[in-house]
């Protein structure tokens, strides 16, 4: 299934104000630990970054590593400095990078 | 090995579960406003015995992982596949007007077969009979997200399968199944559902087992799933041999599954441990 994710962002905020952000993303997170019905082990292929920038410049990150369940979902914090692209990235051991952005007006 | 949590536990269940019958009564709080929704007389959905963090993730349908499947059902929904150059939406409209109601009253005697069919089913038959398009695998991808995406139309709607008529001997069969025992263990899933409820088996607490969730997003199986796939894994639990999904047995159980919680809402997408 192709990978897709979801983002909330408030649509609004006020300058310098903490917002709560939300993601998930779709991924099947293969741990690299389990063996298939023929005890071949099942190679890793989990999500092992995120990113997430605010106009450009990148606001947050992290590191991800196996044990972490399937389809992730992550909320963090920023603070809201002006109105403008909040995009997201994330990028797994096949290199592929699922994608999401959303737009937030600061006053 | 994700799935195989509690199969490896459930040696001597039969033996285990006798014991711990007079330990406290179930933790789950239907008298808790949250929860009125969910209990109907004596029925009591899956959500009521669910973990509070198991239940905060269907609570919000932003959290829900579900979501992922019930957004593509309604992706496919109105997208042409097949010789008929045809989509649901042609000859369905919107699935918000014509499929409400729809899955709450699945499985149904479906005269042109002769026996009952299920919601999966139902969908397949559209696909090769009106749009001339291969049938969906039972389990694919596609098949739980239209399955999610139809029955998520009848969400918070009352359960309503009839029993009656051409559906009755059908009925009969699935009740059967329901109360005869099975496997190494010896258990049929009344022994477990009904005279167990309530009470905890190992880590797990045992509900009443209603369908009215299906598909679920499952966080064992970290995917969505059909009750079909949780029936098998029920059995196998108990060491008995599953029926393939999809076959006439599980159909005619499934029949009497979602009788016994007639009059509970549908929850689908539901998120069960």
Partial sequence: ????????????????????????????????????????????????????????????????HPAISA??????FITATESGKIEFFWTDDKGEVTKAEAEIKVS | MKRAVLTATLIGAAAWLAACT???????????????KYVVGKLRTGYTYAEPETRAIQDDDFNNPSFFWVDRGKEIWSKAEGTAGKSCASC???????????????????????KL??????????????????EWKYESTELLAMTGYVKMQSRDLPVNVAIDGPAAPFFEKGKAFYYERRGLNDLACKHCHVDNEGNYIRAELLSQGQSNGFPTYRLKWQKFGSLHRRMAGCNEEIRAEPFPMGSDEYVNLELYVAW??????????????
Wanted: one cysteine or more; aromatic letters at 6%.
């Fill in chain 2, 92 to 114: 369905h409209g919107e699935a918000e007007k014509s499929m409400k109601g729809v899955g709450a009253t699945y499985p149904k005697y479906f005269a042109p077969k002769g």
């Fill in chain 2, 117 to 134: 069919v299920n919601l999966e089913q139902r969908i397949n038959i559209c696909r090769t009979e009106q749009m001339k398009a291969p």
């Fill in chain 2, 22 to 36: 007079d330990e406290q009564p179930a933790s789950g709080h239907p008298t808790d406003p949250k929860m009125a």
């Fill in chain 1, 71 to 76: 389809n992730p979902y992550l909320s963090f």
């Fill in chain 2, 260 to 273: 016994r919680g007639n009059g509970l809402p549908v929850e689908t997408p539901s998120v069960r441990k």
């Fill in chain 1, 1 to 64: 299934m192709a990978a897709s994710a979801k983002v909330r962002v408030p649509a609004t905020a006020k300058k310098g104000e903490v917002i709560e952000i939300k993601t998930q993303v779709q991924h099947e997170m293969e741990s690299g630990q389990r063996k298939d019905a023929a005890g071949k082990a099942i190679p890793r292929q989990i999500i092992n970054k995120f990113v997430c920038k605010y106009n450009g410049a990148e606001v947050f990150a992290s590191d991800w």
